[in-house]
């Protein structure tokens, strides 16, 4: 039978305010939930279930995973996104996780927003070019980054011998990458005679042209870097400020006990004038401390891992959520936050 608790006697003035985890010695029963229950979602959102005793009044949600997120698939590669439409408090930036096969191309395409991106899995190959008509080929691997400015028309290969996964940062929160400009799209939705006098070659050359978008596709890896560059040399010469960087080659800027931090912004990664990123890596029990971000938001992504996040948001609210490999964050500027290491 089931103790019922005299409020009177055994509980303080103080004990009535009381919450969360500081709840359960008091009075073991408030936290009880024997309703409905979706065990899945609450083992990963423990801080939610049982939030810290700090925690307090409203604190907008800023996680989602991208797991929950609806992945297009094509023959060649899948792409999946998280932005404002799927975590409303992002409203600066929008993320894009893709994954292509061997031979799998992103077909040139540009938006406009800009591009900031860094590979997770794999060998890719990226092109490009500016408005000057100056080119960029480069085969990048896992931790390399690479930027195309708002506008700039790139495509995007994955190499051998498993293709390649990576993630695609806009500064738009409202990005889709449903609605990118593509060269197949254009071009089955303008008139043969058009494209024939635009090129210089006769109507019959363009019989054969997809009727609707490519977006992504199988294809072939038939050339090496070297012979693509060749074969696709500007007489204009190439883009002056390189659009890839090579994370892991760079030596941290921060070495503790607890973790690293390697910083990337327009000082040593010049064509990245729109976004800039940090690389933390926390040891076990490891804390990103207390901070803030004067003058910008900060939107986040677990490479592997878990990890617990706290943002306070004045007025005494505050809030704790759990994260796990794949999963998105997102923290408005000038609200506090600190990072936990609850892994391994």
Known sequence: MRKKINLDKKLRNSDLKK???????????????????????????RSSELPPSTDHGQVDNFWFPFARAHKRIEVGGWSRQVTQRDL??????????MRLIEGGIREMHWHMASEWAIVLYGNVRVTSMDPQGRSFINDLNPGDLWFFPSG??????GLGP?????LLIFDDGNFSEDETFLISDWMAHTPTEILAKNFGFPKEAFKNIPESE??????????SLKEDKNSIKSPLG??????????????????????EARIVDSSNFPISTAIAAAFVKLNPGGLREMHWH?????????????????????????RTMDFNAGDVGYIPKSMGHYIENTGD
């Not at 700039?152 to 290969?157: D, G, K």
């Not at 498993?162 to 990576?166: H, K, P, S, T, V």
């Not at 490519?214 to 050339?223: H, N, Q």
């Not at 004067?294 to 505050?318: C, H, M």
């Open 19 to 45: 919450r969360g985890k500081s709840v359960v010695k008091i009075s073991p029963n408030s936290v009880s939930d024997p309703g409905p229950k979706n065990a899945l979602e609450s083992a990963l959102a």
């Open 88 to 97: 409303p408090v992002s409203t600066t930036i929008a993320g894009v996780n």
């Open 152 to 157: 700039y028309p790139h495509s995007i290969q």
């Open 162 to 166: 498993d293709g390649c996964e990576f």
């Open 214 to 223: 490519l977006y992504i596709f199988a294809g072939e890896v038939t050339k």
């Open 238 to 259: 190439n883009v002056p400020q390189s659009f890839s960087y090579n994370l892991y080659d760079q030596k941290p800027n921060v070495l503790t006990k607890g973790g």
């Open 294 to 318: 004067p003058n910008a938001d900060e939107w986040l992504y677990f490479i592997k891992g878990s990890g617990r996040v706290t943002v306070f948001a004045s007025q005494g609210n505050t």
